[in-house]
């Protein structure tokens, strides 16, 4: 694992007990209203897997439509609080690395990520999206919601690498800094990596997030 992988597992571990305190913000709420309503429509009935579910903010309102559901996240801490989301009773949870769902033997025809493309190294962007359709059917639906730039308001970008990946540095309760990367691709760059694979794509820029979706070939 990288450094920035490990302080992001820290970051959040350590946040978990509060990390709905996003979703919270008054400025998201018309945001956060219609992915609510979005995303499970776009769901039902599908067998989902979910990539970095964190404490399953997001599962909660996906898993009760669903034919099957998968949550995923790198970090226990998070998932712990994910098991007890109410709607999620019937569905699977699972540590995994978002990198190596070769481990996952299931196929899926559809898979959601939220708030965790951001997260994704530039250079390893195509690597994590080939290993993700590697455990999709053809057909299958794909949704991503992230932040957009408004975040930068709360948290300007700290760095820039080599490689053009952008970092924060935020603070938790407990007084500690973390470093944190915090990408934020552009609608020409997600088109240009499900190029050839992919159809029904679109991209939507809300308030506060923008929502990448697409149909796998």
Known sequence: MDQSAQDMQTYYSARASYYDAVYLKPERQADIQFLRAYLPAQFAGRNVLEIACGTGYWTQHIAPVTRSMLATDG???PLSFARQRPGTAHIAFQVADAFALENISSQFDAAF??????HVLKQDQQRFLNGLHSRL???ARVIMIDNNASQLLDFPITETDADGNTFQHRDLRDGSVHRILKNFPTEAELHALVDGCATDISYQNLGHFWLFSYTLK
């Open 113 to 118: 990520a939220g708030l965790w493309f951001s």
């Open 75 to 77: 970090n226990a801490d």
């Open 137 to 139: 059917q053809p057909g």
